[in-house]
């Protein structure tokens, strides 16, 4: 192994053993370039609602209504991407890097063949798509653009997350963050003028707003392969000796596919909970569709924080220090807690001033904000779920999730919001706390099973 000191030109490689030392300093280290990347890919979506909200309330509601389709889709990348992250991760950590190298490459085709799928399903079937949903005719139209442009595009999504996957799992996060932080502000730059026609840029409405995250995210994949392929980050990927390899491309799908079962059944429990707020009208909707951008951002240290306790915890697993890997997922579990708190606080005082950045009617923002505020009390709990999900699935062991996720949302979250929604005074109240209750059952049953410990057994 290198020096981590030693440097040729421009070549860094970044040669730490996570598996020693302070499990908190590597934790925060590995970590807070993940919280930040996560921020930053989250983020897109945000910038977008931001602007769209200055057309119209069923922009508003149709790129809400879109962008579930588009989070099924990147919830079946991330399956893919949590596969190859938990092979390389335990080939990190027992120091075989000419295996983390190939399932790389195996991941690689793995994403391409997903793109590939994505296509036609973007040309073609975007509008059938939105009126799954039964929303009014003005959201179909604005949706079924937005829609069509980024599954069509889907291909830069796809391996931009690869890349970033395969980066993160052999430990270096700091390249990920610098390429999002970069593309990120081109973003922040082009939508708007790509929307509204500003500056040289045509007038495109909702497609700018799609388009833009193609171009930004297309731009950070061909840096990160740029990163990959010269070596500048702990695996050096080349085509020596590149081959197909079935094996090795099974297993990243055999360890996804739970991953992928739990993220469509989340997706598809956004689908019926938009179902459950259609009747309550479009105001609900594009309601609804803030409350989770803004829950996207509560979420961002969860998943930077996540992310790195699975890296660390696939790895040590690798190392054969299973209590090692054990501590990172409560100390993160522990810290994103405390986050949640915060923020809930944060929510309770300042609930219709957050709404308002996104500009809609002060109809939308009332409604809006009690959303929030009743979301509040899963933050209670909410803290666990996430970092357990991530740190279960990094280490190969994605059943259990599977079974958990689905499992509250069928006795708990629909069931109830179907209820406490039609059957009593709560109305479209009811279909909120009804998605808490289901989200307290999940943290607590995903925090039970983690305790048992039998998921550091777990062979890939």
Request: aromatic share 10%; glycine share 12%; net charge positive.
């Amino acid at each position: 192994m290198e020096d981590p000191d030693n440097t040729t030109g421009n070549k860094v490689r970044q040669d730490k053993d996570w598996t020693q030392g302070s499990v908190v300093r590597n934790l925060w280290s590995l970590s807070w370039p993940l919280m930040i990347g996560a921020s930053l890919n989250q983020i897109g979506p945000t910038i977008d609602m931001i602007w769209v909200g200055r057309l119209s309330s069923a922009t508003i509601a149709g790129v809400g209504v879109g962008g579930m389709a588009v989070m099924m889709m990147n919830s079946l990348t991330m399956a893919l991407c949590m596969g190859a992250r938990a092979i390389i991760a335990r080939y990190i950590g027992a120091g075989d890097e000419n295996q983390a190298v190939h399932a790389a490459k195996q991941a690689y085709i793995v994403g391409i063949i997903f793109s590939l799928v994505m296509l036609p399903i973007g040309l073609l079937l975007a509008e059938p798509i939105m009126n799954i949903f039964g929303v009014e005719a003005d959201v179909v139209r604005e949706g079924s653009i937005y829609l069509q442009v980024l599954l069509a595009g889907s291909g830069s999504a796809i391996l931009w997350m690869m890349t970033e996957s395969v980066m993160q799992s052999s430990g270096d996060s700091m390249s990920p963050m610098r390429i999002a932080v970069l593309f990120r502000v081109i973003h922040v730059g082009l939508c708007p003028m790509l929307i509204f026609g500003w500056w040289v840029f045509p007038e495109l409405g909702v497609r700018g707003a799609a388009l833009t995250n193609i171009i930004t995210q297309g731009f950070g994949l061909v840096l990160g392969l740029w990163i990959l392929f010269m070596g500048k980050t702990r695996l050096h990927l080349t085509l020596d000796g590149f081959r197909i390899d079935l094996s090795m491309i099974w297993r990243i799908i055999k360890i996804g596919i739970p991953v992928a079962i739990s993220g469509m059944q989340r997706s598809l429990g956004d689908m019926i909970i938009m179902w459950l707020l259609v009747p309550f009208g479009t105001i609900a909707v594009a309601a609804h569709t803030i409350w989770q951008r803004v829950m996207m951002f509560v979420m961002m240290p969860a998943m930077g924080f996540g992310t790195g306790a699975a890296v660390l915890a696939g790895q040590n697993l690798g190392a054969n220090q299973p209590d090692r890997a054990e501590k990172n997922g409560w100390i993160a579990a522990g810290t994103v807690q405390a986050w949640m708190l915060a923020f809930a606080l944060v929510i309770l005082i300042w609930a219709v001033e957050l709404i308002g950045i996104f500009g809609p009617k002060p109809d939308v923002v009332a409604l809006a904000a009690d959303f929030l505020r009743i979301g509040t009390a899963g933050m209670l709990f909410f803290g666990l779920e996430p970092v357990m999900m991530s740190v279960l699935s990094g280490v190969g062991d994605t059943v259990p999730p599977m079974i958990v996720t689905v499992g509250t949302f069928w006795i708990f979250q629909i069931p109830l919001a179907f209820v406490l929604s039609k059957y009593t005074g709560y109305g479209v109240y009811g279909v909120r706390w009804g998605m808490v209750i289901g989200m307290i059952a999940s943290a607590v049953f995903m925090g039970l099973y983690f305790k048992t410990g039998r998921w550091k057994r777990k062979q890939v």
